[in-house]
Each structure stands twice: as C-alpha cells, then as structure tokens.
C-alpha cells in the first residue's frame, strides 16, 4: 500500500514565490528587505555561482572539452537543464514547433544568459503600429524602475539619446575587439546603425556594494561568475536576500498548483519535494508566480477549482495565449586580413561588446517592428568544434607562399593552417520584435502528465509573414554589412527554403506573454500591477505578463516590473488589500 | 603581468582576490600534467546524473585496440609533431575521440564504418590493412581523400569520414593543453580588458573606428 499524503504545513508566511530567477529573484529581494516574511520554492537545485560555477576552468579539464552534450551551451555553461528535461516533457500540437528552455536551479536561466540588458522603448509599449497591443503601462511608468534596476545590478553603456533605445545610468562599456572593429566599419558603410553593448557586467565596482567583485574580463559570464562581476539573480538577489532572514528557500520543490478557497482567494501553493517524492502544501496571505512565462501559466491552468473552473485568473480565457519569442537568424564568416595576427589576451566581458539597435523607418519596409543586431569574434579560448570544416577556408585564401591550396589537407601544413586561421572568424545574429497573437499558445495537454503527475503544456506556434520577412531583411543586412567589412569571406544568404535562417520558436529563449496585463479583465489576466483581475492576492513576476515583447531582450524589463510589482504589493499590504 | 600582479591591478576587495586566487591555483595545478578526462572529484557543480553519465562513459570502451591504433595513425597524419608542438597522439587525441564518440552516439557509425572502409580501401589496393601498410602506402590512401575537391567521386564516403577525423583531430588536439599552448589562446585568467591593444589598431588601421550613434 502507498504511504503517499500530503503533508500540510500550519504556519502561513506572508508571501510565497513560486520561482528564484529575474522575476521571482527580484520579488524576493525588494520583499524581504522590507521585512516580510517570505517562502521561495524553486523546482531545482541550489546554486551559488561563487562556489558551484565552472569560471576559469580549461578545456581540457572538461572530457567533452566544453561540447554541449548534457548542457546545450557547452560543459562549462551554468545552465543545469536545457530544452528537453528527462521526465518533464511537453508536447506541441498541429505540426507546429515550440523549443521550451528549462534550468531547473536558484537563479534560473539568469545564471547562464548572455547579460544583454536593453530597456524595451517608449514605442515598444506603445507602438500604434495597428497590428500589436498597447501595454497598459507607458515607458514613464517604468523609468523609475529601470533607473533603480541600473543602480542596484549595473549595466554598462553608452548614453547616445536614441529614442526607443532610452539611455540608462551606466558603467563604462569594454571596448571592441579586433574583429569588431572590422564589424563597426562594415556596419557605418552599410548605414547600420551600431553602438556600444549594454550588459550587466561589473566593468568597475558597483558603487555601494560591497558583496559583488568587479568584472576581471575573462569573457565568460555564461558559466556564471565566481565574484559575482555580472548578474545572476541567484547571486545577486536571492543569497543576498537569504541572509536579511526573511526569505526561506525550498529547493526541488516543483509547483503543482496553487490553492484557493471557497472565495477565490489564494492561499498558498502545493507541490511535490522531488528528493522525498512527498506532497506538501504551504499557505501564504499572498503568492507570486515567476515561475517563467511557460511554467506560470501552466501552474495557473493546472490550478482549477470550483470558483476558477478554466483555471486560476483565466476568466478571459486568454492564459497560455499570446506566447511570442524573440525572432533570431544570423550569419558569419572570416577575415583573410586577420590571419597570423598576433596573439593578446581578447577576451573581454561574456557579453556584447558592440551591438546595432533597430534603425530603420518600418513605413518604408514589408514588415512591422524590427531588430537589433548583436555581434562577436575574437581570440576566444579553443573548445570543442575548434576550426571546424576547416576545409571550407583554407582552399579559399593563399597560403603563405601566396599560392592558392588545395582545401583540406592534411600534416605539417595543415597544422599550421589552424594557427593561421585563429581568431579571424565573427559572427551577427537579428533578434527582432514577433507578434504576440492569440492563436500562438500554450495550453494543458490532456493526456500527458510529467514524471511527478503535473499535467504537462502543450504548444501551438507558428511563424507568420511578418516574422519571415523580418528575417529575410536580417540575411540581406547581414550580407551587406560582410560585404563592406572589406574582404570578409562568408556564404551565401540564407533563403526561403530555411525561412531566412528564422529559427524555430522558443530558441531564442525569450518567451513571454502568457498572462498578459491589461484594463480589461476580459481580455487581460492582470492589471497593470501584474495582479490578477480574478484573485486580488495572486501576482505573476516572470516575463508573462508582457504585452507585446520588443526586439529588447526580456530581463531588464521583468526585473524593472518584478521591482514595479513588489512594491505595489508592499504598499497594498500597508493598506491592509492583500 | 603574474596573477597577483593583475589582482593588484584591478583593484579587487579582498573577497574577490581570494577567490581568484583559489580558482587560479585550481588551474595551475591541473595545467601540470595532460590529461583527456576531468580529474575525479572534480563535481562541484555539476548535476549528478553528469556525474555518472560521465563515469559510464569511461567505464565503456567503444574501439577495438586495432581501431585505436588506426585512429592515432591517422591523428599524428593529420597533426604531427613539428618545431612548436607535439603531435595529436602527443596531445592524447585518440583517447579524446574514444571518450567523445561515447558522449556523442552520432560519431560512433561514421567513424567505425569509415575506418572499415579505409582498411577495405588499403586491403584491395595493397592486400593490407591500414596500420599494416608502409608509410608511402598510407599517405597515397589519405590522399585520395583528405583534398575534398579534387577527390574523386568514389571516393566521396573516405572524405566525409576524413573530413570527421579532421574535425575530431583538431577539437582534441588544441583543446588539449599542448594545443592551447600552441594556438597561443592568452586568456583565462585574470586582468583589464582595455581594448585592442595600439601596435596592432595601428598595424590594421582601426585607430579612428568607433561604435556610436552619431556616426
């Protein structure tokens, strides 16, 4: 017989947080520093970048030399999970595809993603662009926010008074590489737009904190930093939160559903401990979902009941709809002239060190919104993939005697085709605005449940024209910016067999959207607080409150609205609302 | 610049100095000798099924000793021992491409099946198998099939899988610590990243590029 029971906990804490990454990090941190008692349950293991990140580790010291077998960024890479998770699965419906990336760990992705940190613009909350829908806040709603965010995290920048780009309070940003510099020129002749990176990376101290180093720049933010030199929200909101003593964290903890009573109203959150396989429940006076635009919805839609029967804050039928990630397609190739260049440390920071915001008039294009461009290349440290194909460059460029060779080869001459080759390659990659659309979505499959019995999502997406168009203007951009780098090697654009190069949704792992904000209880799940219209005590901090995404990378607005967002609640909570 | 130097030049709290200077002994120490897998104990960090994955996968043994001695034939072909460095069997190569085609289950047909057909290749030309062939022999096989181009089209299945012996070759042999060495990778460590050093903006003309609006 099984001796399987829920185990109901009597204390009730004032909050719960379902999630520890940007979103539920934030949260945590804004809450427990104002002394309220706080419950963190993550579904994966803990994780201190000081302690548990692979920095500074070399190639060799990795049997797989970094490849990515177990983690899709490399061995190296924090991230513990990726787009399949054994036993978690998820199912996609009619055909379409959708990529779901997971890291099952404190801090979530925010251990391992590329530290790019735009603010979305004026124009990105409001577009009038009469195909997507206004957020119910402006950009001045969230300024505040976003300056607090600069000041409390860092970000490096430049101030260059673009109008959808708002400038923030930034450290100073590392400079290009030598390949980038070839980019930069390209990029001028080509009329692209490009200017300095943004990313929250310590290039010098962070004035008032004492607990994080400043960044030492060796490039590799995306295995987490062992001085906390870039942002982590395990390393840079949760620990730091912990020891306020008001935040617990509960790890292996994965969310079932979250409890309601015979009002509607939240009282905690149940969920199964994955190292005992025991049921538990916990009560709190308020719960707040970061659990990532995915997770949250489906924890919402697992949580039906009497009074939310299509599941919890989803009157409006609208929870799971809307999902959009970022578009993605890029390009690269190598510059003959940087061949036997001299050897120098060129690491740099691990993120961006130059990048092109959108810079043109949509009114003159095919296709509405648009992109920005990130770039690298550079003297990077050998791993697994080093020199790959080299048979495809160097039949393609003289050898040293000037003479052409005959590509592949083999020996003495081939060994000395890798040296020569180092550290000319580059690459670009579009990340552009796609369409938050009703009938892209998420949904509860009906027959298949996870390893824990949690009814699994099932995803319905599609690219439209518009993303595909997008796409194809990022693969001609690309291919003039090579063209007047001047002498760049590269191939062919890429074309409507492969949809431009767009990748497939859910790659660029910018997902948001699935519990969108707004005035309407009738077409939004929450107000423009992140509060549900249909249960006062229930809040989503992820990036699924999101209306319409711009070509910004999503964190630094899930932070500046997890912030927005925890000190509404802290001021209800004065007023005796929640 | 020695790393204590460089912690003194960036200027970092004592916390992050000691942290660095724990990290950076971990590197050192492991630098001194070659070796292909991760040193045992080594697990902070990592999850535990990778840990066991990893520990199976050197259990296994997927080659046969006549294999392996084929795959470092063709490793020191590829990249041999010159005036700079060591050869790819120097660098440990093959025990690299025995470890990765257990990690990567895609290799392990291709690389079994195009060593058997090189060895069938050698048998019906020089009544030998490849390691049982001279020299002369061997490199007049490679070079029927290490020039993609030029290789005649019955040739086409030796280049593919010539093709993924040089890949392989060249990720074991300059992510191994000769090899990094050698390709003369001058970062992993800490210190200032302060921009293209002016000799070489110089010697490329990159003086006056700038990334800004404005321009």
Partial sequence: ?578 | MNRRDSLKALGLGTLSAGLLLEACKTDTKKGAEETTTAAAGDEVGRQPFEVERDKKLHADKFFTAAEMATITVLADIIIPKDEKSGSASDAKVPDFIEFIVKDMPDHQTPMRGGLRWLDLQCLNRFGKPFTDCTKDQQIQLIDMIAYPKKAKPEMAQGVAFFNRMRDLTASGFFTSEIGVKDIGYAGNQPGKWTGVPDDILKHYGMENVKASASM
């Fill in chain 1, 1 to 578: 017989m099984s001796d399987l029971q829920i185990k109901k906990s009597s204390a009730t804490y004032d909050v719960v947080i379902v999630g520890s990454g940007a979103g539920g990090g934030m949260a945590g941190y804004v809450l427990a520093n104002a002394g309220i008692k706080v419950l963190m349950l993550e579904a994966g293991a803990y994780f201190d970048p000081a302690k548990d990140s692979q920095q500074l580790k070399w190639p060799w010291e990795s049997p797989r030399r970094g490849a990515g077998t177990t983690r899709p960024f490399g061995d190296f890479d924090a991230a513990y999970g990726g787009w399949e998770i054994d036993g978690e699965p998820y199912t996609t419906k009619d055909k379409t595809e959708f990529f779901w990336f997971r890291s099952r760990m404190l801090g979530g992705r925010t251990n391992h993603w590329g530290r790019i940190s735009l603010r979305m613009g004026p124009r990105d909350f409001q577009a009038k662009d009469g195909l997507t829908d206004d957020w119910p806040i402006t950009y001045d709603d969230v300024k505040p926010y976003y300056d607090k965010v600069d000041r409390m995290i860092g970000v490096y920048g430049t101030k260059e008074g673009l109008e959808n780009e708002p400038d923030g309070i930034f450290l100073p940003p590392p400079k290009p590489r030598l390949n980038e510099l070839y980019i930069v020129k390209g990029a001028q002749k080509a009329g692209v737009k490009i200017i300095p990176g943004r990313g929250s990376v310590l290039t010098e101290a962070l004035p008032g904190n004492k607990d994080r180093g400043a960044c030492f720049f060796c490039g590799q933010c995306g295995r987490s930093c062992k001085v906390y030199g870039d942002f982590s929200a395990s390393s840079c909101l949760v620990i730091p939160a912990i020891k306020t003593g008001n935040l617990k964290v509960i790890t292996n903890a994965m969310v079932r559903e979250v409890i309601t009573n015979a009002e509607g109203l939240a009282t905690g959150v149940s969920y199964v401990n994955k190292e005992d396989m025991q049921e538990y429940q916990v009560n709190a006076k308020t719960v707040i979902l970061g659990a990532s635009a995915g997770e949250s919805a489906r924890i919402l839609l697992n949580s039906k009941s009497a009074q939310h029967p299509g599941g919890l804050a989803n009157s409006s039928g609208v929870v799971g709809r809307y999902l959009h990630d970022s578009t993605g397609s890029s390009a690269g190739g190598f510059l003959p002239q940087l061949m036997d260049r001299k050897r120098y440390n060129e690491d740099g920071v691990g993120s961006v060190h130059i990048y092109s915001p959108w810079w043109l008039d949509n009114k003159k294009l095919d296709f509405p919104r648009g992109y920005h461009i990130e770039y690298g290349g550079g003297l990077h440290m050998p791993s697994y993939g080093f020199s790959g194909g080299i048979q495809n460059m160097n039949g393609v460029v003289p050898g040293r005697d000037g003479k052409m060779k005959e590509a592949g080869g083999y020996g003495a001459s081939l060994k000395d085709d890798y040296r020569r080759f180092y550290g000319t390659q580059f690459g670009m990659a579009g990340r552009g605005t796609a369409i938050a659309r009703y009938d892209n979505y998420c949904e509860i499959d009906p027959n298949v449940v996870d390893k824990y019995g949690i009814p699994v999502l099932r995803f319905h997406y599609k690219w439209a024209p518009e993303e595909i168009k997008q796409a194809k203007h990022m693969q001609e951009t690309f291919q003039e910016i090579m063209h007047n780098m001047g002498g760049a090697i590269y191939g062919p654009p890429q074309g409507p067999e492969t949809n431009y190069g767009l990748e497939a949704p859910g790659k660029i792992i910018h997902e948001v959207g699935t519990i969108r904000m707004g005035n309407d209880p009738k077409k939004s799940a929450l107000n423009k607080w992140c509060q549900a219209h249909d249960c006062k005590n229930l809040f989503v901090v992820d990036a699924a409150p999101f209306v319409q995404q711009g070509d910004k990378n999503a964190t630094w607005t899930i932070l500046a609205l997890s912030m927005r967002t925890a000190e509404y609640i802290i001021q209800e909570r004065k007023k005796l609302n929640v």
